[in-house]
T-cell receptor, first 114, second 115 residues
Framework: NAGVTQTPKFQVLKTGQSMTLQCAQD?????MYWYRQDPGMGLRLIYY???????DKGEVPNGYNVSRLNKREFSLRLESAAPSQTSVYFC?????????????FGSGTRLTVV | AQSVTQLDSQVPVFEEAPVELRCNYS??????LFWYVQYPNQGLQLLLK??????LVESINGFEAEFNKSQTSFHLRKPSVHISDTAEYFC?????????????FGSGTRLQVQP
């Protein structure tokens, strides 16, 4: 089925470790996004990529980096994980300017930093 | 920048009763509005959206929402809920005039339908 695929689904890291969350979409969408979801806070935008070759910071970019590898893939990297980064991470995609038309979400990555 | 307020963090309701989930956004000249639903341990799915035209929009599973510009609201309603509607619901807004091409989400409302 077409959609947004995130890997891994679950991950436990020790403080200070690094990791990359992978996201790929096969809908030929131009825009991709990374959000984190925390209880009582909804979804907060970390980074987004309006089109291939561009990335922009969102509300909560500190401690993260992103790479728009090609049109299909948008990865999120934690260079030195901290307990405050324990969260559920969602990747989403949309057509160009497509925040105006809504997103397709992946199923999420549940990350625990101990 | 836009902000979205969902005042009710949890809404318990009995099966077959009506429900309203409230959403208010900060003022802007023009906005696009969305409701997403998240079932347990799943990603978010688009439930319905308002882009333009009729201020009342409907989903395929009986939910509806009304855009009220004067009250800057986009409340979600269903006249009769089912157990299967138990989920978390998120209101989101896009501000096309700012050029910021990302949605801003509310904090979510957990709908708990009881038998």
């Amino acid at each position: 089925n077409a959609g947004v695929t995130q890997t891994p689904k679950f991950q436990v890291l020790k403080t200070g470790q690094s990791m990359t969350l992978q996201c790929a979409q096969d809908m030929n969408h131009n825009s991709m996004y990374w959000y984190r979801q925390d209880p009582g806070m909804g979804l907060r935008l970390i980074y987004y990529s309006a089109s291939e070759g561009t990335t922009d910071k969102g509300e909560v970019p500190n401690g993260y980096n992103v790479s728009r590898l090609n049109k299909r893939e948008f990865s999120l990297r934690l260079e030195s994980a901290a307990p405050s980064q324990t969260s559920v991470y969602f990747c989403a995609s949309s057509e160009q300017g497509g925040a105006n038309y809504g997103y397709t979400f992946g199923s999420g990555t549940r990350l625990t930093v101990v | 920048a836009q902000s979205v307020t969902q005042l009710d963090s949890q809404v318990p309701v009995f099966e077959e009763a009506p429900v309203e989930l409230r959403c208010n956004y900060s003022s802007s000249v023009s906005v696009y509005l969305f409701w997403y639903v998240q079932y347990p341990n799943q990603g978010l799915q688009l439930l319905l959206k308002y882009l333009s035209g009729s201020t009342l929009v409907e989903s395929i599973n009986g939910f509806e929402a009304e855009f009220n510009k004067s009250q800057t609201s986009f409340h979600l309603r269903k006249p009769s809920v089912h157990i299967s509607d138990t989920a978390e619901y998120f209101c989101a807004v896009s501000d096309p005039d700012t050029g910021r091409r990302a949605l801003t989400f509310g904090s979510g409302t957990r709908l708990q339908v009881q038998p």
